[in-house]
T-cell receptor, first 111, second 114 residues
Framework: EDKVVQSPLSLVVHEGDTVTLNCSYEVTNFRSLLWYKQEKKAPTFLFMLTSSGIEKKSGRLSSILDKKELFSILNITATQTGDSAVYLCAVPPSGTYKYIFGTGTRLKVLA | DAGVTQSPTHLIKTRGQQVTLRCSPKSGHDTVSWYQQALGQGPQFIFQYYEEEERQRGNFPDRFSGHQFPNYSSELNVNALLLGDSALYLC?????????????FGPGTRLTVL
């Protein structure tokens, strides 16, 4: 059965800290992995990763994929209170049109 | 450029009732997917519509049905509501294609079943 597992489930840090969020997956014929940020309701797109070992960066956020070990990490450096959100990892199995989501990591950044 | 819109934002129903949720996709998108997100969980795929047809369905009972209109907007209908149907219902739109296209999510409809 296809599945996506995220860890930790929740995390509390102080502003300025660096955090690493983990996503491991077992899916049929992997194609890509996506990261979303969910603050209130609508998940907003962060990254799509398809190739192993290539880091995607956007400001203080970066992500990398390891297709051999079947996981991805999302790093956030110099965290700010505005980074507080649930971070979701999603994988679309080959031959399907759906995303399989992990349960998410709830990040709280304290001022 | 209008993003994905959903209505209503909140809804309260009682067990046994029926509900209809609505979604308008992002401009230029032709495919709509629906997800159910229970509290503390990740979104679960309900189904996807393309060209007014249900293209794929997740593990949800027949009480969940949908429709897509010629203008690509979509409805999700849930009959015989159960307490366990209380959740955030998310609509996501994308462009049809064999390659993976990023799904853009709407703000969701919060359904509470009493």
């Amino acid at each position: 059965e296809d599945k996506v597992v995220q860890s930790p489930l929740s995390l509390v840090v102080h502003e300025g800290d660096t955090v690493t969020l983990n996503c491991s997956y077992e899916v049929t014929n992997f194609r890509s992995l996506l990261w979303y940020k969910q603050e209130k309701k609508a998940p907003t797109f962060l990254f799509m990763l398809t190739s192993s070992g290539i880091e995607k960066k956007s400001g203080r956020l970066s992500s990398i994929l390891d297709k051999k070990e079947l996981f991805s990490i999302l790093n956030i450096t110099a965290t700010q209170t505005g980074d507080s959100a649930v971070y979701l990892c999603a994988v679309p199995p080959s031959g399907t049109y759906k995303y399989i989501f992990g349960t998410g990591t709830r990040l709280k950044v304290l001022a | 450029d209008a993003g994905v819109t959903q209505s209503p934002t909140h809804l309260i129903k009682t067990r046994g009732q029926q509900v209809t949720l609505r979604c308008s996709p992002k401009s230029g998108h032709d495919t709509v997917s629906w997800y159910q997100q229970a509290l503390g969980q990740g979104p679960q795929f309900i189904f996807q519509y393309y060209e007014e047809e249900e293209r794929q369905r997740g593990n949800f009972p027949d009480r969940f049905s949908g429709h897509q209109f010629p203008n690509y907007s979509s409805e999700l209908n849930v009959n015989a509501l159960l307490l366990g149907d209380s959740a955030l219902y998310l609509c996501a739109s994308s462009l049809y294609g064999d390659t993976i296209n990023e799904q853009f999510f709407g703000p969701g409809t919060r359904l509470t079943v009493l």
